[in-house]
C-alpha cells in the first residue's frame, strides 16, 4: 500500500511538472511569436541586418505623455538596436511618388490629367521602415559651384538623358562624370544668353532679368536639369525648378546633385504646394504642358501664384510656329489669357512673354458671364496643400487691389524688412525682427559647434524642417547655401511670408515622406518637429528613417526639442549609423523656447561597400 501511494504520489509530481513546462513553453512561443510577428519592430532587430535585405511593416504611434513619463524614470520603451537595409533596387526610393505602388494598391489615376504623377503615399502597413542604401560606388558629391557644371556618374548611374538630349546639349557623360554645358531644349547655346534675351525683351536695365531686384522668385515649370535656374542664381534671381518623376525620370535628382534648388512636382490636379503671390516670373520652354485643357485650369494655377505685374515667359512653337494647328493653339491661348486680363508684354522670335493685371480693375469691367469665372470670395487662395484646382481667377484683396502691387521691398532689403502680408497671420513687425534676430543668433551657435567638422563648401542643399518665417533660412544669407523651407501643414499660413523675403519653400505634412530622392541634402534643421507629429499620433521613429532617406551621406542634421525628444533620438544615433560626429549642448533660452530645449547635431557617415551590418 505503502508503495503504491509513492507511486500515485510521483505520478501526480511528473504531472504537475509536465503542465509547467506546458506553460513555460506556452509563454516562449507566445513571446516569439509576437518578436516575429509582422509590423513589429523586435522581428527585424532580432535578424541580422544585411545588405539587402526587404523588410516592409508599420511604424509605430506611441502616446506623447507616456514617453514623457517613461524619460522622467529613465525607462524609454525598446528601441532597436538595429534597422533593417533595404534591398538595393529601392536605392532611389520616393515612397510617395512610386508608381509600383500604384499598380500595388491597384489605383486608377486619371493619365490624362497627370494624376499619376502626384502624390500616392503608402498606407502605414506598406511604408518601407528600411535605410535606403547608396548605388555601387556612391561618392560624396562634388561641391558647389563646381557641382552646377558637373557631378559623378556613379551617384546618379543613368545616361538615357544625355543620349535622347544629346543634340539640345542638357548634359554629357565624360568618363565617370556627367557634365552639363547648360543648354536646354530651347536654349541650345546656353541658359545665360537665353536669360539675357529675356530682360531684353523686357527692355530691364543692364540686360539684367533681376531688374534692380524686383524680380526674385522664378518658377520654372518642366525645368529639365535645371539649368535655366543654374544661371539665375548669379543674378541673385532664385527659382524653383519644377518637373515630374516622368519618362525624363532623373531630371530632378540631377538638378540636386548639382545643388540647383529644385522639386518633384506636377501641374496635374491639385494645387501646387505654394501660398498664393509668391513669385514674379513664371517660365515654360518646352514644357510640353496643354495649357488649355480643362478650361484653361493651368494656367489659372499660375495666376494665383504670381503677384500683381508678374510675368509668364513662354518659350514653345505656338508663340512662333504658322502651321495651322500652331495657330489655332496660339489664338486660343492668346484668347482665354485675354479674358484672364493677361497682356502681352513682349514677343520676339521663339518666346512670348505675358503680364498679369496690376489690381482687380480689368476683372471688373468684363462682360456678365465671362469664362473663366472670379473665384468666390470664401474661397483661400493660400490653401495648397491636397486642395483641388478650381478653374477660376484669383482676385486681389481690397488693399492690394487699391496699391496695384505687392508691397515688396526690391532683394536684398526685403529679406529683413516685414513684409506687408504679417498683418494677415497675426504678427506684427517686432516681433518679425525679434524673429530674425533670435535665428541669426541661433544659427551663429549651430555653426560654432559645427566648426571643427565643416568644409568649405560641404553644404549647399540645406532643408529647414520647420521653416515659421523663414528666420533660420534667412540667418544663412552669407553663406553659399540654398534653403528648401518646409511649412508644416498647420501653419501653413507662415509659408507666404518665406516668399515674401525672397526665399522658397514649400507645404508639407511630415507623418508622411517628402518629394524628393534619396540623398538629395547636406543639412536637416528640425526645430520642435518631432513634439509637432507625436502629438498627432505619427511616429518618430518612421522620420527618423525619413530624415536619413532624404540627407547625404556626411551631412549634418540640426535637431532642436526638448529633453525627452532628444532623448529617445539619441538611442537610435548607431542605428541609423549617425554617429559620425555628434554634438549636444542645452541652449540659451529665447522668446522662441517651448521650455527647455536641447539641441542635438549629428553627421550621417558614408557607407562602406560590402557592408552586412551598420
Known sequence: MKQKNEQIHTRKILTYLLIGLIGVLGLVCLYYGSLFAPGSRRADDAGSRSYGSDPVFVGSSRNRDLVDLLDEQGNYAEVPKSIPICDIKY????????????????????????????????????????????????????????SRDE????????????????????MVVDGEKIKFPGGGT??????????????????????KLHNGGRIRNVLDVGCGVASFGAYLLP???????????????????????????????????????????????AHCSRCRIDWLQRDGILLLELDRLLRPGGYFAYSSPEAYEQDPENRKIWNAMYNLLKRMCWKVAAKRGQTVIWAKPLSNSCYLKRDPGTQPPLCSSGE????????????????????????????????????????????????????FHEDTKIWNSRVIEYWKQMKSVIQKNSIRNVMDMNSNLGGFAAALRDKDVWV???????????????????????????????????????????????SEIEERGCSAEDLLIEMDRILRPEGFAIIRDKHSVINYIQKFITALQWDGW???????????????????????????????TI
Not at 153 to 161: E, V, W
Not at 186 to 206: C, E, N, R, T
Not at 485 to 505: E, F, M
Request: proline share 9%; net charge neutral.
Open 582 to 612: 555628434l554634438s549636444e549642448v542645452e541652449p540659451k533660452t529665447d522668446a522662441l523656447s517651448a521650455g527647455e530645449e536641447r539641441v542635438l547635431i549629428v553627421r550621417k557617415k558614408l557607407w562602406t561597400e560590402g557592408f552586412t
Open 235 to 281: 543674378l541673385d534671381i532664385i527659382a524653383m525648378s519644377l518637373a515630374p518623376n516622368d519618362v525624363h525620370e532623373n531630371q530632378i535628382q540631377f538638378a540636386l546633385e548639382r545643388g540647383i534648388p529644385s522639386t518633384l512636382g506636377v501641374l496635374g490636379t491639385k494645387r501646387l504646394p505654394y501660398p498664393s503671390r509668391s513669385f514674379e516670373l
Open 91 to 146: 536605392s532611389e526610393l520616393i515612397p510617395c511618388l512610386d508608381r509600383n505602388l500604384i499598380y500595388q494598391l491597384k489605383l486608377k489615376p486619371n493619365l490624362a490629367v497627370m494624376e499619376h504623377y502626384e502624390r500616392h503615399c503608402p498606407p502605414p502597413e506598406r511604408r518601407y521602415n528600411c535605410l535606403i542604401p547608396p548605388p555601387k560606388g556612391y561618392k560624396i558629391p562634388i561641391r558647389w559651384p563646381a
Open 380 to 431: 483661400d487662395p493660400d490653401a495648397s496643400w491636397n486642395v483641388s484646382m478650381k478653374a477660376c481667377i484669383t482676385p486681389y484683396s481690397a488693399k492690394m487691389h487699391k496699391e496695384r502691387w505687392s508691397g515688396l521691398l526690391p532683394w536684398p532689403q526685403r529679406l529683413i524688412e516685414a513684409p506687408p502680408r504679417l498683418e494677415e497671420i497675426g504678427v506684427s513687425a517686432e516681433e
Open 484 to 530: 528648401m523651407n518646409v511649412a508644416p501643414v498647420k501653419i501653413s499660413a507662415r509659408l507666404k511670408i518665406v516668399y515674401d523675403r525672397g526665399l522658397i519653400g514649400t507645404v508639407h505634412d511630415w507623418c508622411e515622406a517628402f518629394s524628393t530622392y534619396p540623398r538629395t541634402y547636406d543639412l536637416l534643421h528640425a526645430w520642435a518637429v518631432f
Open 151 to 170: 557631378v559623378w556618374k556613379a551617384n546618379i548611374p543613368h545616361t538615357h538623358l544625355a543620349e535622347e538630349k544629346s543634340d539640345q546639349h542638357w
Open 186 to 207: 530651347h536654349f541650345h547655346s546656353g541658359a545665360d544668353k537665353y536669360i539675357v534675351g529675356l530682360a531684353q525683351m523686357l527692355k530691364f536695365p543692364g540686360d
